[in-house]
């Protein structure tokens, strides 16, 4: 069965540091396999919106304009680990926030990848 764990939610105030791991199991041979890691935020009354992505086998990773500069994600895929690191937070970047995993990162701004995990709660006070 595959599976994405999140770790690392929480709650920060305006301007804190939060970092955020995802550990990828469960493919085997008869899964459908999976070339790009990515991570998505949803807060209330909102849509999904990934806000990292980026090649299994690494290069160029994509962020959208409201988290660049500020977020920056990693990955160890001889561990199957991915992982989100966001400074400089902001109110604005409440939401959950979930791993995922996807076949390719052509769409990667698209909320609808193959693979999510059950999601992490950050919080961002004022």
């Known amino acids: 069965q595959v599976q994405l764990a999140e770790s690392g939610g929480g709650s920060v105030q305006a301007g804190g540091s939060l970092s955020l791991s995802c550990a990828i199991s469960g493919f085997t041979d008869n899964t459908d396999g999976y070339n790009c890691v990515g991570w998505f935020r949803q807060a209330p009354g909102k849509e999904r919106e990934s806000v990292a992505a980026q090649s299994t086998g690494g290069g160029y990773i994509y962020y959208p304009e409201s988290v660049k500069g500020r977020f920056t994600m990693t990955q160890n895929k001889a561990e199957k680990a991915v992982y989100l690191e966001m400074n400089s937070l902001k109110p604005e970047d409440t939401a959950m926030y979930y791993c995922?995993?996807?076949?390719?990162?052509?769409?990667?701004?698209?909320?609808?990848?193959?693979?999510y995990g059950q999601g992490t709660q950050v919080t961002v006070s004022s």
């Open positions: 995922a995993a996807d076949q390719a990162c052509d769409h990667w701004h698209v909320p609808s990848w193959g693979y």
